[in-house]
């Protein structure tokens, strides 16, 4: 199973930006689906960002949810077995607890697909 460590979490003002990062341990990165999620407070779990990896090592998928596209950017260092979300225009709503996640599957699926979770990195933005 892949261990998942998030960082770069914080406290922005709206409009700001913040770069998460994801280290994951495991000979498996290079092929899993990695995704991006997140929780506010009372509300359900959701998909921000994903990246599969169609070929190895080699081509990738991005997916965005409505709410982030064209503002949030996923993308991973094989090399570093790490992948990161890049956040900018912040808003309010953003505020949540972002999970990075992993999933043996070579397509996005759904939230049960996804085997390894990280323990969560606080983002909070201000108006």
């Known amino acids: 199973q892949v261990q998942l460590v998030e960082s770069g979490g914080g406290l922005v003002q709206a409009g700001g930006s913040l770069r998460l990062s994801c280290v994951a341990s495991?000979?498996?990165?290079?092929?899993?689906?990695m995704a991006w999620f997140r929780q506010a407070p009372g509300k359900e779990r959701e998909f921000v960002a994903g990246n599969v990896a169609v070929i190895s090592g080699a081509t990738f998928r991005t997916y965005y949810s409505d709410s982030v596209k064209g503002r949030f950017t996923i993308s991973r260092d094989n090399a570093k077995n790490t992948i990161y979300l890049q956040m900018n225009g912040l808003k309010p709503e953003d505020t949540a607890v972002y999970y990075c996640a992993a999933s043996p599957l070579r397509r996005l699926g759904e939230s049960s697909d996804f085997t390894s979770w990280g323990q969560g990195t606080q983002v909070t933005v201000s108006s």
């Open positions: 495991g000979r498996t990165f290079s092929s899993s689906t």
